[in-house]
């Protein structure tokens, strides 16, 4: 299962207060996407903070590796977990005469 987290910044922190600590955050996180654990990290576009995709069997396993970030043991941060799976196979829902063969990419 793929469980899509993101942070936001609690009341009166700023970039300045977490600036010293992102060196260690930011190895913690490359640890777990090396191990397989995080499969996708990018930088909010509308707000400081973070979207991390992690590979794992439940939002609980996520939450035990956010809640040991170095930002989240100092108490900087608080987290939304969004769990997902693949869809049901949306040919399914699809009629017979509808084309789905390839290509796939009809765009070109």
Not at 15 to 40: C, D, H, Q, S, Y
Not at 42 to 54: H, T
Request: avoid cysteine; aromatic fraction near 12%.
């Amino acid at each position: 299962m793929k469980v899509i987290t993101f942070d936001r910044f609690k009341p009166g922190v700023t970039m300045e207060t977490i600036t010293p600590f992102l060196p260690e955050e930011v190895a913690n996180v490359w640890r777990l996407w090396k191990a397989g654990i995080v499969r996708e990290n990018y930088a909010r576009a509308d707000e400081p903070g973070v979207v991390i995709v992690f590979e794992v069997d439940s939002v609980e396993e996520a939450k035990r590796y956010v809640d040991d970030f170095p930002l989240s043991k100092k108490g900087f941060l608080e987290w939304s977990y969004i769990p997902v799976i693949a869809p049901l196979p949306l040919e399914a829902l699809m009629d017979a005469s509808v084309d789905v063969s390839e290509p796939y990419d009809r765009t070109r």
